[in-house]
């Protein structure tokens, strides 16, 4: 048992315009689950491609698809009119081949789209200059371990999405003198990002904004 603990959170030392996290939350509002409709997928997919087009087609700006799962990759690559930008692996294995690909493609507007890219991988500069979570990081409470745990902690679930969440945010801001937007279209971010923010950073929530229409892209010299 783990005794009393003190938390120290001392401010970031990059600029809040240079990292802004936003939550698109557009009409009608697409909650991602298993429950989507057909209807709400192509609305929710149609999203996904307008942030393509505006980073990556028109300024050649490369990015990370946060898909949270393999399937949700699979499904985006299907039904994206991007399927041909993009960089994907479809287990753990061939990760690394598709950083590598990724990589070489800085500045010319590929787009990487994976479930494990949140932690312990790097993407400075122009490298990656978007990240776009299309469903909010729910862990996967399914094994016996996860359910004691969530038994025991009614918000063990929360926390490690919140953890995720800013993890997988800071992959393309790697300085002081970097800069990368981030972008969630999941509508269950609507509640969590509510009920969960105890788990938030104070320099996450300062970089944290709501929006009802799509973000612009960053205007910052490259």
């Given at each position: 048992?783990?005794?009393?603990v003190?938390?120290?959170?001392y401010?970031?030392?990059?600029?809040?315009?240079?990292?802004?996290?936003?939550?698109?939350d557009?009409?009608?509002?697409?909650?991602?689950?298993?429950?989507?409709?057909?209807?709400?997928?192509?609305?929710?997919?149609?999203?996904?491609?307008?942030?393509?087009?505006?980073?990556a087609?028109?300024?050649?700006?490369?990015?990370?698809?946060?898909?949270?799962?393999y399937?949700?990759?699979?499904?985006?690559?299907?039904?994206?009119?991007?399927?041909?930008?993009?960089?994907?692996?479809?287990?753990?294995?061939?990760?690394?081949?598709?950083?590598?690909?990724?990589k070489?493609?800085?500045?010319?507007?590929?787009?990487?789209?994976?479930?494990?890219?949140?932690?312990?991988?790097?993407?400075?500069?122009?490298?990656?200059?978007?990240?776009?979570?299309?469903?909010?990081?729910?862990?996967?409470?399914?094994?016996?371990?996860?359910?004691?745990?969530?038994?025991?902690d009614?918000?063990?679930?929360?926390?490690?999405?919140?953890?995720?969440?800013?993890?997988?945010?800071?992959?393309?801001?790697?300085?002081?003198?970097?800069?990368?937007?981030?972008?969630?279209?999941?509508?269950h971010?609507?509640?969590w990002?509510?009920?969960?923010?105890?788990?938030?950073?104070?320099?996450?929530?300062?970089?944290?904004?709501?929006?009802?229409?799509?973000?612009?892209?960053?205007?910052?010299?490259?």
């Amino acid at each position: 048992m783990v005794g009393d603990v003190e938390f120290l959170e001392y401010p970031s030392t990059f600029p809040v315009e240079r990292r802004p996290v936003y939550f698109w939350d557009a009409s009608p509002r697409i909650m991602v689950d298993h429950r989507m409709s057909m209807v709400d997928e192509r609305i929710w997919i149609s999203r996904i491609d307008a942030i393509i087009r505006s980073r990556a087609q028109e300024l050649g700006r490369c990015g990370i698809i946060q898909s949270v799962s393999y399937s949700r990759a699979r499904r985006i690559m299907q039904m994206s009119r991007f399927a041909d930008r993009m960089i994907w692996h479809d287990d753990s294995s061939g990760s690394e081949r598709a950083i590598e690909e990724f990589k070489a493609q800085a500045g010319k507007g590929a787009v990487l789209i994976s479930p494990s890219m949140t932690m312990g991988v790097n993407f400075p500069d122009s490298t990656c200059r978007w990240i776009l979570w299309p469903k909010m990081p729910y862990p996967d409470m399914r094994s016996p371990v996860m359910q004691r745990r969530a038994k025991l902690d009614k918000r063990y679930a929360g926390s490690l999405m919140m953890k995720a969440l800013q993890q997988g945010c800071g992959r393309g801001n790697r300085h002081a003198g970097d800069w990368s937007e981030s972008i969630i279209i999941d509508g269950h971010a609507k509640r969590w990002l509510w009920e969960y923010q105890e788990f938030l950073s104070g320099y996450f929530r300062q970089a944290l904004r709501t929006t009802l229409v799509m973000p612009q892209p960053l205007d910052i010299a490259a």
